[in-house]
């Protein structure tokens, strides 16, 4: 599916009045605090990419040596399984309470965290509607020989529960995209890497885990009209805000580490040639 370079859709929704100050805003917060604020049944789309709680207990090796930037960051750890599912259930909830009834949640986890996400979905009485399959077109191998290669990673895409109605799909331009078929729910999406990969003056990765924008931006495409509200409430580097600017929706990005923000505040301001009044709050 081809991404639009930049938003030529003029938008037809009217986001709700009490969003203003978070709209098209990369905030830095808390994603607990900030959810807090915003109104009940205000947000379209909410595109999740949580703290996977991979539990690295040693570090990854190469058979020539050199060792694996792994994702073992201190904003992936948590202190068990227990602790993990409290901050779960707790961001869930919060999402719940500002989705419009008409509105979907997507969460992408591998298999370090989405089978608990998808437990406490359902408990909290989303519906799922697919799990989608990120297949990786270029994985990294097992270095050690003992497990197969870890070659995806699963979306669960839900409604707010079982009765809620008017949820978009916009199947007609999915099948469109899928040269004409239904699409499928495995996906085939390479890595994130070459340009599109930001990085430091040394070349190293800016984020551990920041997304394929292609990826994105078929969640965005399918799920969302022109106009309406993203939130992304583990933005990382910006990448659902960069694909909902591509594709003519408002976003709201929450994230709470002040490099990454900065990062995805210079993304965005590329993207659109200064002209939104993108702003960060907080620590
Ligand atoms: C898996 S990464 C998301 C990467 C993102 N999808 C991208 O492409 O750049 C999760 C992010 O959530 C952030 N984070 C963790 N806990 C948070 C919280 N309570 N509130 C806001 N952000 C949080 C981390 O700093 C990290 O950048």
Known sequence: MSQPSRSRVQPVHSPHPGLAPWLDRVVCADCLELLEQLPDESIDLIFADPPYNLQLAQTLIRPDSSVVDACD???DQFESFAAYDQFTRAWLSACRRVLKDSGTLWVIGSYHNIFRVGAALQDLGYWVLNDVVWVKANPMPNFRG?????AHET???CKKSATA??????????????????MRSDWYF?????????RDEDGAKL???QKPLGLIDRVIAAASRPGQVVLDPFAGVGTTAVAALRRGRHFVAVEREPGYVAAALQRLEAESDGQLP???YGT
Do not use: S
């Open 278 to 280: 993108l702003f960060a």
């Open 73 to 75: 960051d201190e904003w």
């Open 190 to 198: 390479p890595l994130c890497n070459g340009g599109e990969r930001l």
């Open 207 to 209: 984020h551990p885990t």
């Open 146 to 150: 003992v497990r197969f290669t870890n």
């Open 165 to 182: 109605k008017g949820y978009v799909f916009n199947y007609h331009d999915m099948k469109a995209a899928n040269g004409g078929k239904q």
């Open 155 to 157: 979306l669960i895409w």
